[in-house]
C-alpha cells in the first residue's frame, strides 16, 4: 500500500522536545539578557511582517545583517556588535543547554520508521539547528535539515517551506509538516499545499478545547504523543 506521504518534514523548538525544558534552563539569561531577546523578537517580527509585504522592504543585504540593523536600531546600538553578540550568546550560546533535554518520547522511533518505510524525512527551523540535533542524538536522521535563516524568510513565509520540499524532491502536497505553533508552522505549512500536524499540550487537548478548535488552527491532525503521529502517518 502507497505511504500517505512522501515526506515528513518538522519543525525542531517546542516539536521534538517540550519548550518549557529549555526555557527553566534558559531563565538566568532572559534574565540577564532580557533587553537583546527582545529586541531579536521585535526585529523578526518586522522581517516577517515585511515578508508578507505588510510593510515596506528593510533594506537590501543578507538575513543576518538585516536583522542585526534592525536590532542595532531597537537597541541603539552598533549593528556589527549586536551581531556578534546574538551569534555569541545566542545562537552558539544556546547550543549546549541542549545536551541536558531529552527529546519527546518516540521521536527517534517514529524517525527510524518513516526512514524504514522509505519516506523522506526533512526537518525546518527558525535557528540554525545542526548542532541542537548533535546535542538532542538526533542528528544523522534526516534526508534534509535547513534553517530558514539561509533562505532569508522566516516561517511562516512560504519560501523555506517550498526550498525544503524542493530539497527533498518532493511535491508539497505530498508532505506533511510537523509543528507545535499555529502562527508559524500550521499557517505556513498549509500555504504552500501541505498537510499539517500540531503537537499539543494534554492539558490543551481536553474536549472544551478540542469542541472550540481554540488552538488548532486549521491543522489535518492534532496529536499529544509521538504514537499517535507515528500510527496516523503509517497506519
Same mark, same amino acid.
Given at each position: 500500500?502507497?505511504?500517505?506521504?512522501?515526506?515528513?518534514?518538522?519543525?525542531?523548538?517546542?516539536?521534538?522536545?517540550?519548550?518549557?525544558?529549555?526555557?527553566?534552563?534558559?531563565?538566568?539569561?532572559? *534574565?540577564?539578557?532580557?533587553? /537583546?531577546?527582545? =529586541?531579536?523578537?521585535?526585529? $523578526?517580527?518586522? +522581517?516577517?511582517?515585511?515578508?508578507?509585504?505588510?510593510?515596506?522592504?528593510?533594506?537590501?543585504?543578507?538575513?543576518?545583517?538585516?536583522? =542585526?540593523? /534592525?536590532?542595532?536600531?531597537?537597541?541603539?546600538?552598533?549593528?556589527?556588535? &549586536?551581531?556578534?553578540?546574538?551569534?555569541?550568546?545566542?545562537? $552558539?550560546?544556546?547550543?549546549?543547554?541542549?545536551?541536558?533535554?531529552?527529546? @519527546?518520547?518516540?521521536?527517534?522511533?517514529?524517525? %527510524?520508521? %518513516?526512514?524504514?518505510?522509505?519516506?523522506?524525512?526533512?526537518?525546518?527551523?527558525?535557528?540554525?539547528?545542526?548542532?541542537?540535533?548533535?546535542?538532542?542524538? %538526533?542528528?544523522?536522521?534526516?534526508?534534509?535539515?535547513? !534553517?530558514?535563516?539561509?533562505?532569508?524568510?522566516?516561517?511562516?513565509?512560504?519560501?523555506?517551506?517550498?526550498?525544503?520540499?524542493?530539497?527533498?524532491? !518532493?511535491?508539497?502536497? $505530498?508532505?506533511?509538516? &510537523?509543528?507545535?505553533?499555529?502562527? @508559524?508552522?500550521?499557517?505556513? =505549512?498549509?500555504?504552500?499545499?501541505?498537510?499539517?500536524? +500540531?503537537?499539543?499540550?494534554? *492539558?490543551?487537548? $481536553?474536549?472544551?478545547?478540542?469542541?472550540?478548535?481554540?488552538? @488548532?488552527?486549521?491543522?489535518?491532525?492534532?496529536?499529544?504523543?509521538?504514537?499517535?503521529?507515528?500510527? @496516523?502517518?503509517?497506519?
Amino acid at each position: 500500500m502507497k505511504p500517505r506521504f512522501d515526506g515528513v518534514a518538522f519543525d525542531l523548538d517546542g516539536t521534538l522536545y517540550p519548550n518549557y525544558r529549555f526555557y527553566m534552563r534558559l531563565i538566568p539569561f532572559i *534574565l540577564k539578557e532580557h533587553r /537583546l531577546l527582545r =529586541a531579536l523578537g521585535k526585529a $523578526r517580527d518586522i +522581517l516577517r511582517a515585511a515578508a508578507s509585504g505588510q510593510t515596506p522592504p528593510v533594506g537590501e543585504g543578507s538575513f543576518y545583517i538585516l536583522q =542585526a540593523r /534592525l536590532m542595532g536600531e531597537i537597541l541603539h546600538r552598533d549593528p556589527k556588535t &549586536v551581531q556578534e553578540r546574538v551569534e555569541r550568546l545566542i545562537y $552558539r550560546g544556546w547550543e549546549p543547554l541542549f545536551k541536558q533535554i531529552t527529546p @519527546y518520547p518516540y521521536v527517534k522511533e517514529t524517525l %527510524l520508521a %518513516l526512514q524504514e518505510k522509505d519516506i523522506k524525512r526533512g526537518l525546518l527551523s527558525d535557528f540554525p539547528p545542526a548542532v541542537k540535533l548533535e546535542n538532542l542524538k %538526533l542528528a544523522g536522521l534526516w534526508d534534509r535539515v535547513l !534553517c530558514s535563516e539561509q533562505v532569508g524568510r522566516l516561517k511562516p513565509d512560504p519560501a523555506p517551506f517550498l526550498e525544503l520540499a524542493k530539497q527533498l524532491d !518532493c511535491r508539497a502536497e $505530498r508532505m506533511l509538516y &510537523v509543528g507545535n505553533s499555529v502562527s @508559524y508552522d500550521i499557517i505556513g =505549512a498549509k500555504k504552500v499545499g501541505m498537510k499539517a500536524a +500540531l503537537i499539543v499540550s494534554p *492539558l490543551l487537548y $481536553r474536549a472544551p478545547f478540542r469542541k472550540q478548535g481554540l488552538h @488548532y488552527g486549521n491543522a489535518d491532525f492534532v496529536y499529544t504523543h509521538y504514537r499517535q503521529l507515528y500510527d @496516523y502517518v503509517l497506519s
